[in-house]
């Protein structure tokens, strides 16, 4: 693998709802190149969108949607029996949205991550990505699509091509692998990592050379071209500068992905 030398680093924010506060918004954000922003369905309400897009757009970080299953109870993590055109009805719905306050400040979407159970859906299930891609396609082909990093690449990338997208695979730092390039579900301990210093040692291994150590000992290739570290996790603001540093200090330039993909 030739060394990358550029790569975007990410996290969800924008999450908190009326007078309940998530996150490190504030912290975090200027440390990230891309805001993947709630759109109300799981988390998020207008004017937490209308804040965060503000904030995100003041600090240089490329503006991202970030929709969910309609479940602000569950923050959106649960799986929904729903169909395919229903989740692209949910999708549309939840990017329209955030257009919105995109356009009212000037600025446009990058890209849309979906979020939580819905994302778990689309990588135990392609067709749940195919569906994503043809509502990206359908309302704006500038806009990436961000994809979980694994075994699936060659389907991912055909996809993206079907439709006549960008694809951008998604590199989770703060959180443990399984050894076939899945994420170790949230329920299981040991999930998500804090370890500051190791989260960066891992991420620019996974950078430079293209391999990540997965539980079991066992060492998965993954290529990436967006990092996640989560802004909920109580480390997070040590562990995306710690991040963001060790990436600089390796010759690494941290820039939003639609400026390379």
């Not at 209308?50 to 929709?67: D, E, I, K, L, S």
């Not at 229903?86 to 446009?108: H, K, M, N």
């Not at 076939?180 to 620019?204: C, I, N, Q, Y």
Request: charged residues 25%; aromatic residues 6%; contains cysteine.
């Amino acid at each position: 693998m030739e060394k990358r030398r550029r790569i975007d680093l990410n996290s969800d924010v924008g999450e908190s709802f009326g007078i309940y506060k998530l996150g490190l918004d504030e912290d975090v954000i200027p440390l990230i190149s891309s805001a993947n922003i709630g759109c109300g369905f799981h988390a998020g309400d207008p004017a937490v969108m209308r804040r965060t897009v503000a904030f995100a757009t003041q600090h240089g970080a490329a503006v991202g949607a970030h929709p969910g299953f309609p479940d602000l109870m569950g923050f959106g993590r649960r799986y929904m029996d729903a169909t395919l055109e229903e989740i692209q009805d949910y999708v549309a719905y939840q990017i329209g949205a955030l257009q919105a306050f995109a356009a009212l400040q000037g600025t446009r979407l990058q890209h849309v991550k979906p979020h939580g159970g819905l994302y778990n859906m689309a990588v135990r299930n392609v067709e749940v990505w195919d569906a994503i891609a043809g509502v990206l396609a359908g309302i704006d082909r500038d806009l990436i699509l961000v994809v979980l990093a694994g075994p699936n690449r060659e389907t991912l990338k055909a996809i993206g091509r079907r439709h006549s997208i960008r694809i951008a695979f998604e590199f989770f730092a703060d959180r443990s692998y399984n050894p076939d390039g899945s994420l170790v579900s949230r329920r299981e301990p040991g999930a998500v990592l804090h370890d500051t210093r190791f989260v960066a040692e891992r991420v620019v291994r996974m950078v430079t050379e293209g391999v990540v150590t997965a539980r079991e000992r066992s060492e998965i290739r993954l290529e990436a071209d967006t990092i996640c570290v989560h802004g909920d996790n109580p480390e997070a603001v040590s562990l995306v500068r710690n991040v963001r540093k060790a990436l600089l200090e390796s010759g690494i330039e941290v820039v939003p992905m639609g400026t390379f993909l």
